[in-house]
């Protein structure tokens, strides 16, 4: 898994969730638990997918960090116990019981409770040690609030055993994109000025988020404290210090790749109209048109006939000054009636009766058909606008094909520049089904 630079390198203020390859696998399975049209899911936080979407806009943050070290001590906000967290180059690890200590301080249900669900959480493991990217551990709580989180999403009635032990099966897929955000950061520390004070620009760094972040996620999360914010993310297998520190690596990894790749990547005229002609067919427009219906249906009538006598009476009273969307709202039966009949625009072969799809593109704008039959009962249609096939100009392509290649640009700096991080930077794996489903993986 990789990131899409561009997306990276974007700063905004949404959340992303989950990771769409798995979240695919998921929305495929069998699984009796298994919701078709998931609930929505929590806002994810601890992911790298989401990491990438919260930079802060403000460089200060690290530029005004190269001074004289201090000796402040960076507290965890809102936490009242040890957490994985630790600091920027080392981390201290989380103790089982702490975890299950602030778990329990959630409301749970009688499901939670049962000792099946207590043993599978406690076997979550947070702080095992997955990998480490040159002196950056990777471990379980890093990992555990997207896994549970699409678990939740797909399987929302699963009892909470179960999701433990599906999330932890999720383990493995998602931990090559997260070895990769620790290269990111390896690189981001290694490409520091000489003097810079990490302890300075995390603590800097860690400020804003106690400042500006919290909150949202109080309100995100519907708590009333910090520390009901971190119990929240206890229960997921994290912590809030640990999503402190995420966000913060996050922060220096954003600053560091503004300044190593270039963003806005120089694209030629010539250039933008060799991929138009290239893919003309990609800028060519389909002729549709704009209509409306009266249609009643065989199976609402006792016969053929008395279906006939109930559309001829709809005619009637559009032909002689009805609006053709009042009497739709009121007698028609068709999918659209409540919208007055109003079938929107549509293309040229796109409709299964052919017969109706050669009549609005034949018959003369603003007036009425005859009464037609189909399969399904008798319909009057009028058309209203019509336009013909063909291309987008290429002066109205333009800004879009930019942004295109400005972006597969931007994608192959991206490439290079993490190609070079990867043979430099070791990356020992202790996830044995990493390395089994990965053999050819770019993980070095």
């Known amino acids: 898994m990789i990131f899409n630079p561009v997306w990276l390198l974007t700063i905004t203020a949404a959340f992303l969730v989950g990771n769409e390859a798995v979240s695919q696998n998921y929305s495929e399975t069998s699984d009796p638990y298994f919701q078709a049209e998931p609930s929505p899911p929590r806002a994810a936080?601890?992911?790298?997918?989401?990491?990438?979407?919260?930079?802060?806009?403000n460089p200060a943050i690290i530029q005004t960090q190269f001074s004289t070290p201090t000796n402040a001590t960076q507290e965890d906000s809102g936490a009242t116990e040890t957490s994985n967290g630790g600091s920027f180059l080392g981390s201290t690890e989380e103790t089982p019981s702490a975890v299950r200590k602030i778990a329990t301080k959630l409301p749970q249900n009688e499901a939670d409770s049962t000792p099946a669900a207590k043993a599978s959480r406690?076997?979550?493991?947070?702080?095992?040690?997955?990998?480490?990217?040159?002196?950056?551990p990777i471990f379980v709580s890093d990992l555990s609030?997207?896994?549970?989180?699409l678990i939740d999403k797909f399987m929302p009635a699963a009892p909470p055993a179960v999701k433990q032990q599906e999330a932890k099966k999720l383990i493995p897929r998602l931990l090559p994109k997260y070895i990769q955000s620790k290269l990111l950061l390896v690189d981001a520390i290694d490409g520091l000025p000489e003097g810079a004070n990490v302890e300075d620009i995390f603590e800097s760094a860690g400020s804003q988020?106690?400042?500006?972040?919290?909150?949202?996620?109080?309100?995100?999360?519907k708590v009333a404290s910090p520390a009901q914010l971190d119990a929240y993310y206890r229960n997921l297998g994290s912590s809030l210090r640990s999503v402190r520190k995420s966000w913060i690596e996050n922060e220096l990894v954003m600053y560091t790749m503004r300044e190593k790749i270039q963003q806005k990547q120089e694209v030629s005229h010539r250039e933008m109209y060799e991929v138009y002609l290239a893919n003309k067919e990609q800028y060519s427009t389909p002729a549709r048109v704009r209509w409306e219906q009266l249609l009643v249906r065989f199976d609402k009538y006792p016969t053929k006939a008395a279906a006939k006598t109930a559309i001829t009476e709809m005619y009637d009273s559009v032909y002689h000054g009805a609006k053709l969307s009042a009497v739709a709202e009121k007698k028609s039966q068709g999918f659209k009636a409540k919208q007055g009949g109003q079938q929107g625009w549509?293309?040229?072969?796109?409709?299964?009766?052919?017969?109706?799809?050669?009549?609005?593109?034949?018959i003369e704008l603003d007036k009425?058909?005859?009464?037609?039959?189909?399969?399904?009962?008798?319909?009057?249609?009028?058309?209203?606008?019509?336009?013909?096939?063909?291309?987008?100009?290429f002066e109205t392509?333009?800004?879009?094909?930019?942004?295109k290649i400005s972006d597969e640009k931007l994608e192959l700096e991206f490439q290079k520049h993490i190609a070079k991080v990867k043979a430099r930077v070791p990356v020992e794996i202790f996830e044995p089904e990493v390395v089994a489903s990965n053999p050819k993986n770019s993980i070095r």
Do not use: C, H
């Not at 609030?145 to 989180?149: C, F, N, P, S, T």
């Not at 988020?209 to 999360?221: I, R, S, W």
């Not at 039959?373 to 063909?390: D, M, Y």
């Open 45 to 57: 936080v601890g992911s790298p997918a989401m990491r990438t979407g919260t930079a802060s806009s």
């Open 397 to 403: 392509a333009q800004k879009a094909i930019k942004k």
């Open 368 to 393: 009425l058909s005859d009464v037609v039959e189909n399969a399904r009962g008798f319909i009057v249609i009028r058309a209203l606008e019509r336009e013909e096939a063909g291309f987008v100009s």
């Open 346 to 362: 549509t293309t040229r072969g796109s409709l299964i009766d052919k017969n109706l799809d050669k009549l609005l593109f034949t």
């Open 145 to 149: 609030i997207e896994a549970m989180q």
């Open 122 to 136: 406690e076997s979550f493991e947070p702080t095992r040690v997955l990998a480490r990217v040159g002196d950056q």
């Open 209 to 221: 988020f106690d400042e500006t972040m919290v909150p949202k996620l109080m309100k995100n999360m």
